[in-house]
């Protein structure tokens, strides 16, 4: 039995944080969470900013950023030890073709499948289908245009895939290592 007399002691506004996007089904947007903690926008992508460093040292849990979204998800250092325990088969691998086109879609979304394409040398059809099944790419909408192309991005399940934390993450295009025996490599691709 508690004390009626005792005062409950008001959370700060990064553990309410925390407890929500644990409970969150889905990834959640600033608007709503300061809808919900009666905030400002602004002091809760201050709490977030800080909740982010705190859970980026050592710790189980990261929060992802996408498309304007939050989540907690687990460290990607941690995924052979929660794939053992959930009995799932480690992480399947990625063809070198499935690779390059994730590539160009992380850097040059939202981009069509000619697009791709032109910058890989062949058809991607078969290769951007595969990851559309994996649920690593994602139809973002339509090209305005001759025949209204496509438009693909990145999906939160790529960022949780490769353990990143959202798309800044990636390193910059311009220190982007090219693949060896690339068109790119050659020089061919320059900007």
């Excluded at 926008?41 to 201050?46: L, N, R, S």
């Excluded at 053992?84 to 399947?92: A, D, I, P, R, V």
Aim: charged share 20%.
């Amino acid at each position: 039995m508690t004390d009626q007399s005792q005062q409950i002691v008001p959370l700060d506004l990064e553990a309410c944080l925390e407890g929500l996007l644990f409970v969150a089904a889905a990834p959640v947007t600033v608007a709503q969470l300061a809808e919900v903690l009666d905030c400002k926008t602004h002091d809760i992508e201050e709490s977030l900013q800080k909740l982010d460093r705190t859970l980026t040292h050592g710790r189980g849990i990261r929060l992802q950023w996408h498309a304007g979204k939050v989540q907690l998800t687990t460290s990607p250092y941690i995924a052979q030890v929660i794939e053992k325990f959930l009995g799932l088969e480690t992480t399947s691998r990625l063809t070198r073709p499935a690779l390059e086109t994730l590539a160009i879609i992380a850097y040059r979304q939202p981009v069509t499948r000619p697009g791709i394409d032109a910058i890989r040398g062949v058809n991607s059809d078969g290769v951007l289908k595969n990851l559309l099944n994996k649920g690593l790419v994602q139809e973002v909408g339509r090209m305005d245009g001759p025949g209204r192309p496509i438009l693909y991005g990145t999906t939160v399940e790529f960022l949780q895939y490769f353990g990143l934390t959202s798309l800044t993450s990636l390193p910059p295009y311009e220190n982007a290592v090219p693949i060896p025996g690339s068109e790119e490599a050659n020089g061919l691709l320059e900007d």
